[in-house]
């Protein structure tokens, strides 16, 4: 099955940038759509961005402008790219797959995502 193990967390002021990798192996053929999620201790896990196979993808209003989801189908890895960061982006950030032929549709929900990694924490002061 899908094995997904995320980098790049880390602490940054307010203001700065980070850069989240996922790197995927065991990759099930017919894998269309990966997404980043994020959850904060005591809340539920909310879809950050999602990107299908065919390169479209989606944000939440929270994101929208400031983040970018990629991915690297060659290096079977998917990116996030977090710039003018907020306090609010502190959570720790999941990279999610779908199963094999399911497209991403917004709004997606954890419930949808049956792979994931084992989250990167980002923290951001004021």
């Known amino acids: 099955q899908v094995q997904l193990v995320e980098s790049g967390g880390g602490s940054v002021q307010a203001g700065g940038s980070l850069s989240l990798s996922c790197a995927a192996s065991r990759v099930t053929y017919g894998t269309i759509c990966m997404a980043w999620f994020r959850q904060v201790p005591g809340e539920e896990r909310e879809g950050v961005a999602s990107v299908n196979i065919d390169g479209t993808t989606d944000y939440a209003d929270s994101v929208k402008g400031r983040f970018t989801i990629s991915q690297d189908k060659a290096k079977n890895t998917l990116y996030l790219q977090m710039n003018s960061l907020k306090p609010e982006d502190t959570a720790m950030y999941y990279c999610?797959?779908?199963?094999?032929?399911?497209?991403?549709?917004?709004?997606?929900?954890?419930?949808?995502?049956?792979?994931w990694g084992q989250g990167t924490q980002v923290t951001v002061s004021s």
């Open positions: 999610a797959a779908k199963s094999p032929f399911k497209w991403c549709s917004w709004p997606i929900t954890s419930t949808d995502f049956p792979y």
